[in-house]
């Protein structure tokens, strides 16, 4: 098994930038794909960037494609997505979530909540 705890989230304007960090413990070994969710209430999880431990292949979704960064720290099981340019549409839990491959995401983390106000 392993385990995800995020961090980094909060209170920010429209332009304002975020950077969240999700550090692996357990099992990491076993999950190669590192992955960043978020959520508003009422609605699905959604993707919205992707990186291997292995390899650092990443994958972006369309809305957040020159704005946001994902990386990775292998020495310290750390995970990062930098935010920039942040736009009230952001706003959302943002989960951390690691598994075999991507798209075969099968542990997550409690999720941090970021607002961008207009």
């Known amino acids: 098994q392993v385990q995800l705890v995020e961090s980094g989230g909060g209170l920010v304007q429209a332009g304002d930038s975020l950077r969240l960090s999700c550090v692996a413990s357990g099992r990491t070994f076993s999950r190669d794909a590192m992955g960043w969710f978020r959520q508003v209430p009422g609605k699905k999880r959604i993707f919205v960037a992707a990186i291997t431990w292995s390899v650092g292949n990443t994958l972006y979704a369309e809305s957040v494609k020159g704005r946001f960064t994902i990386s990775r720290d292998n020495a310290k099981n750390t995970v990062y997505l930098q935010m920039n340019s942040l736009k009230p549409e952001d706003t959302a839990v943002y989960y951390c979530?690691?598994?075999?491959?991507?798209?075969?995401?099968?542990?997550w983390g409690q999720g941090t909540q970021v607002t961008v106000s207009s």
């Open positions: 979530a690691a598994g075999p491959s991507e798209g075969a995401y099968d542990c």
